[in-house]
């Protein structure tokens, strides 16, 4: 009896471990699903849990067929001693990262090393009106030095600061190009961000402050024309927001509410 129970265990070990080495790659993506609320998943994932890559999209739209967010295809490498507690990934992707970057700690306290990530700007107009209506171009990449994540309950703070750089933006609805460049620094304290946008160069003038807290935005600024631009960009600003006089100087209100 004894010897039974032993080979059933060595049997159970044994598909146990040949069902981990063997985890395909797609399982993740029903993790990324979960822990995103369904905005995100993985698409035409290969490979393992342990190697494999994938390319980000969002949530399947018509037919079950997944729209990329970002250029490329995330490759990863995943060591098997998260199953010890212990995380050490690393993610590549020449087109949307500068260098790899390296993700380190337990199952609930996480680093991330530092890293930068290319946007594409079309991707602004996902985000609703009035950038749907502008269908900004441009450069966009964020950067961060490292980022420390820990998971509380279902959510994941973050602490540490990354750096949203819009370089050369434009927009269908504007002859001005480019219409400037940008920079949005996102201050992450745990559950809450501090923005605070401004303006690098160009014709089009934009600032502002605000919150992203618990999922919801809060973010009061406003828009204006540079000196000898307020004529040919009139039209582009009064899809901005409503105008107001401020100091005497004729501006467009920025107020995001979510």
């Known amino acids: ?93 020449p087109l949307a990262l500068a260098q790899p970057v390296a993700l380190t700690g337990s199952w609930s306290d996480w680093r991330v090393s530092a890293g930068t990530l290319l946007l594409p700007a079309g991707g602004l107009a996902g985000l609703g009106a009035p950038l749907n209506t502008l269908a900004p171009s441009g450069n966009m990449r964020l950067g961060w030095s490292s980022l420390d994540l820990a998971r509380l309950g279902n959510a994941v703070a973050v602490s540490g600061r990354t750096v949203l750089s819009m370089e050369d933006m434009g927009s269908r609805v504007s002859a001005v190009k480019p219409l400037g460049s940008y920079e949005m620094v996102l201050d992450w304290r745990g559950a809450r961000v501090d923005l605070d946008l401004k303006t690098v160069r160009g014709a089009l003038l934009l600032s502002g402050k605000g919150t992203l807290e618990n999922g919801r935005l809060d973010f009061s600024g406003q828009a204006r024309a540079a000196e000898g631009y307020e004529e040919s960009l009139g039209s582009l600003l009064n899809l901005l927001g409503q105008r107001r006089m401020v100091d005497g100087k004729n501006i467009i209100a920025l107020e995001f509410k979510q």
């Open 1 to 93: 009896m004894r010897r039974t129970m032993l080979w059933l265990l060595a049997v159970i070990v044994t598909v146990a471990a040949t069902v981990l080495v063997f985890l395909p790659a797609a399982w993740l993506g029903q993790v990324v699903e979960k822990q995103t609320g369904g905005r995100l998943t993985l698409g035409d994932a290969q490979g393992t849990l342990w190697r494999g890559s994938a390319f980000v999209g969002g949530a399947a739209g018509r037919g079950g067929a997944v729209t990329p967010l970002l250029p490329g295809r995330f490759a990863w490498r995943l060591s098997p001693l998260v199953l010890l507690g212990q995380v050490d990934l690393e993610l590549e992707n």
